[in-house]
């Protein structure tokens, strides 16, 4: 016992010494000051514009996703298809990135001729210095109104002409603020309408089946299981895919 409290003794005096010592450096030190200079006071204005267009690229392209989905015609695709995947009745066949991702490619066959009349009247000129920055930005918006205001309706339009407090009278003059959610809601109602169609025969098909199911006296066999290899079936001798992608490309024609 008398070994072990000596121990603890020398023990707390090595650790007494070690915080007096480190004590005393501690209260030794001074804080310097910090004199932080970045560049030269010539060059701080460049540098903040510098720094202020990387900001603004980098919020461009963190937007750009949500501006192709919402200026193109990739939202009413991507709807019509999870219409049919409901009305189908397959759950997640196909799955949602095969559905995106058809949705984009269709988004690009649509848009590509805006997209090329954007980089002729914009891009090049821009990049020939025939254009101000300013100038080619307004010049490449023009192909694009003109299609939002080709697939937005008037009633949509006026909603939210008449909820701006504003005076256009036109859609391809009218601000991008009014224009955007009015094509957005366009595009919606007319997904809607599509979808709508789409699930008139597989509805009919599920009433038809539950209705045999019930003359048969087989209530306790879910109707879902006999009618959804019927719609497959179905769907695929009427060349579904080829009917509704069709029909989706003729309602931006029209």
Do not use: H
Request: proline letters at 5%; hydrophobic letters at 55%.
């Amino acid at each position: 016992m008398m070994k072990r409290k000596r121990i603890l003794f020398l023990m707390f005096l090595c650790f007494g010494a070690c915080f007096a010592a480190w004590g005393q450096q501690a209260s030794s030190l001074t804080a310097p000051g910090l004199n932080i200079q970045i560049g030269t006071p010539g060059e701080d204005a460049e540098g903040l514009g510098q720094a202020i267009r990387i900001v603004l690229l980098l919020t461009v392209l963190s937007l750009a996703p949500s501006f192709v989905i919402l200026t193109t015609s990739f939202t009413r695709i991507l709807v019509v298809f999870g219409f049919l995947r409901r009305a189908l009745g397959t759950q997640s066949a196909p799955p949602t990135q095969v559905l995106a991702g058809l949705s984009l490619f269709l988004t690009i066959f649509i848009m590509l001729p805006v997209w090329k009349q954007i980089d002729k009247e914009a891009i090049k000129p821009y990049q020939a210095k025939e254009l101000s920055a300013e100038k080619a930005w307004e010049a490449g918006f023009k192909p694009l109104r003109k299609f939002m205001a080709s697939q937005t309706g008037e009633t949509e339009f006026a909603l939210f002409v008449e909820l701006g407090g504003t005076q256009v009278q036109e859609m391809e003059q009218a601000e991008m603020s009014l224009l955007v959610p009015a094509f957005i809601l366009s595009e919606l109602k007319t997904a809607f309408k599509l979808g709508f169609l789409i699930y008139l025969p597989f509805l009919l098909i599920d009433l038809v089946t539950a209705t045999v199911l019930m003359s048969l006296g087989m209530m306790m066999l879910p109707p879902m299981m006999v009618s959804l290899p019927i719609k497959i079936l179905f769907f695929v001798l009427a060349d579904g895919w080829t009917v509704l992608i069709r029909g989706i490309l003729a309602s931006f024609m029209g």
